[in-house]
């Protein structure tokens, strides 16, 4: 592969991994096309994750978003003990005593991990500065030097979280939404697009 054609792959591949670092996106959305209840007006937003951190992250975030649209919200915590203690029968309780009639649940589905090779490539550099170009072979102002970076590994993680809402009356599966984050940085590179995604979804389906 000339130098040239090298530039061109690694740039697009640059591109491509780049592109990938802060994308977080819904795939595999499920809606109950028989649903004929009312729009929610008050959803208990529950966050699954061993880290109490990453929960109360998730619920304030995903609350703020259900609110935004005029549904009224809680997060769990301010309800449910720690994320590690809560069993069917605490959220059943919270439930009923919060008059809620839609739960959200949020939880981890998996990761994902591959290695991608990166391709090395070759560059032109200056690293001294000639003479003037009175002469033709003096044209070139600096000399020139060519320089390959070796080529190597790199990994990229895909991590997938399933949201889905009940309808406390009956609690039926109302929607159901899958997500792919690709090479995530933090809880809330990925939060912030996935709440206002699952909103908008929610949204458009009638259920806010």
């Not at 030097?145 to 009956?170: A, C, H, M, Q, W």
């Not at 933090?186 to 458009?204: F, G, Q």
């Amino acid at each position: 592969m000339d130098s040239v054609r090298r530039k061109i792959v690694f740039s697009a591949l640059l591109t491509l991994v780049a592109g990938a670092c802060a994308s977080t996106r819904l795939v595999d959305v499920w809606v109950d096309e028989a649903r004929s209840g009312a729009a929610f007006q008050n959803i208990l937003v529950v966050a699954m994750s061993e880290s109490e951190r990453d929960r109360r992250i998730f619920e304030d975030r995903f609350v703020s978003e259900l609110r935004a649209r005029g549904a009224h919200s809680a997060p769990s915590y301010s309800v449910l003990p720690a994320a590690s203690e809560m069993e069917r029968e605490s959220i059943s309780e919270a439930v009923r005593a919060g008059g809620f009639d839609g739960v959200l649940i949020n939880h981890h589905a998996g990761s994902d991990e591959q290695s991608v090779y990166v391709p090395g490539r070759t560059r032109t550099e200056v690293y001294g500065r000639g003479h003037p170009r009175h002469r033709l072979d003096n044209f070139y102002w600096g000399t020139w030097e060519t320089v390959s970076d070796p080529g190597y590994y790199d990994k990229l993680t895909t991590v997938f979280l399933e949201t889905n809402i009940y309808e406390t009356r009956d609690g039926t599966l109302v929607w159901s939404g899958r997500s792919e984050s690709f090479n995530p940085q933090s809880t809330l590179e990925i939060i912030d697009t996935l709440s206002k995604a699952v909103a908008e979804s929610l949204e458009k389906s009638d259920m806010l």
